[in-house]
């Protein structure tokens, strides 16, 4: 019989990528010393942040440190964020597991970054390294074929799905290699902001409020 492969996006869709921003704003007040205390400089970084202001060059202009942007930028990168998984993908990610499927991740970014993401949201758990493609290793990004056939080389003959969050690349491959696939909506805090297009080719199988998109992949639809 066929199994199932469920390959995830990884910010703004197993995890909320804004506690990434907020470890890494908290790491740089903290690591520093500064003119005012560490919560006043994490807090209006983090209002800069919600008004689209240069964080990073207000703690500059307040450091008493000898540092420069790029060092805020290089901890804001490879610090060891704090950040966990929600309860509701805790139990899809058992429930997966579970039912044997095979899970997965393609992401775009740094390899650094993204395993350290991966490393505090325990995901080894439920995913081994083999199965984690990340474009700064893999040499493409998304919506690079060649970073989903990877899945498809290694599971041959089974059913593949793919569940992101960027109606701007996540999603196109998938429709060309014939995967199912989820978009996550936008609950108003990702990253990147999530405009829906009505564009056939960039559009995923089915829009889903939550991750609860295990009865898609059981039923026909
Ligand atoms: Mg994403």
Redesign the pocket.
């Known amino acids: 019989m066929r199994s199932k492969v469920i390959v995830f996006?990884?910010?703004?869709?197993l995890y909320y990528?804004i506690d990434y921003l907020k470890s890494a704003f908290k790491e740089i007040s903290e690591k520093f010393s500064y003119r005012l205390s560490s919560s006043e400089i994490y807090e209006t970084m983090f209002d800069l942040y919600n008004k689209k202001g240069d964080a990073f060059r207000f703690a500059v202009e307040n450091i008493n440190d000898n540092v420069d942007k790029e060092d805020l930028i290089n901890v804001y990168r490879n610090h060891h964020p704090d950040i966990s998984l929600a309860e509701e993908v805790v139990s899809v990610l058992d429930f997966l597991k579970k039912e044997n499927y095979i899970i997965g991740i393609i992401?775009d970014g740094r390899s650094v970054t993204q395993r350290n993401k991966i490393k505090s949201l325990e995901l080894n758990r439920w995913i081994c390294d083999d199965d984690i493609v990340i474009s700064e290793e893999f040499g493409s990004e998304k919506p690079c074929v060649s970073n989903y056939e990877y899945f498809e080389k290694k599971y041959p003959g089974n059913e593949f799905y793919y569940i992101?969050?960027?109606v701007k690349k996540?999603f196109i491959a998938p429709k060309e290699l014939g995967w199912k696939s989820f978009c996550l909506i936008d609950r108003g805090w990702n990253i990147?902001s999530q405009d829906i297009i009505t564009d056939p080719e960039l559009n995923p199988d089915l829009f889903i409020s939550d991750m609860n998109f295990i009865r898609y992949i059981n039923d026909q639809y």
């Not at 996006?9 to 869709?13: A, F, H, K, P, R």
């Open positions: 996006d990884l910010d703004d869709t990528e992401t992101g969050d960027n996540d990147h």
